[in-house]
């Protein structure tokens, strides 16, 4: 089994910045890639970032280009969303994901986080 935790999630106005962290313990060795999902409310879950634990391959959304960088440090089992120039649209329930290939499609990804709010006000 693989268990993730994030954490991070907070209140922050427009323009700021948040980094979220997810924690994977258990049976890391079956896992090759993290995700960033997140969900609004009345929304479809929407994909945000993936990563290789290598780093070499990342893909992100078009919505966060430029805004959002995903890493991880593979000696913490630790993947991070560093989320930058905040905007509300960005307010939502965000989970981290991983699974055996990076992709944008949630239903590639076995093993979820509980999830961490994150509200952006106007």
């Known amino acids: 089994q693989v268990q993730l935790v994030e954490s991070g999630g907070a209140l922050v106005q427009a323009g700021g910045s948040l980094r979220l962290s997810c924690t994977v313990s258990g049976r890391t060795f079956s896992i090759y890639a993290m995700g960033w999902f997140r969900k609004a409310p009345g929304k479809e879950r929407e994909f945000v970032a993936a990563?290789?634990?290598?780093?070499?391959?990342?893909y992100y959304a078009d919505s966060v280009k430029g805004r959002f960088a995903i890493s991880g440090d593979n000696a913490k089992n630790t993947v991070y969303l560093q989320m930058n120039s905040l905007k509300p649209e960005d307010s939502a329930v965000y989970y981290c994901?991983?699974?055996?290939?990076?992709?944008?499609?949630?239903?590639?990804?076995?093993?979820w986080g509980q999830g961490t709010q994150v509200t952006v006000s106007s």
């Open positions: 990563t290789s634990w290598s780093g070499r391959i990342t």
């Open positions: 994901a991983a699974g055996p290939s990076v992709s944008s499609n949630w239903g590639g990804y076995g093993y």
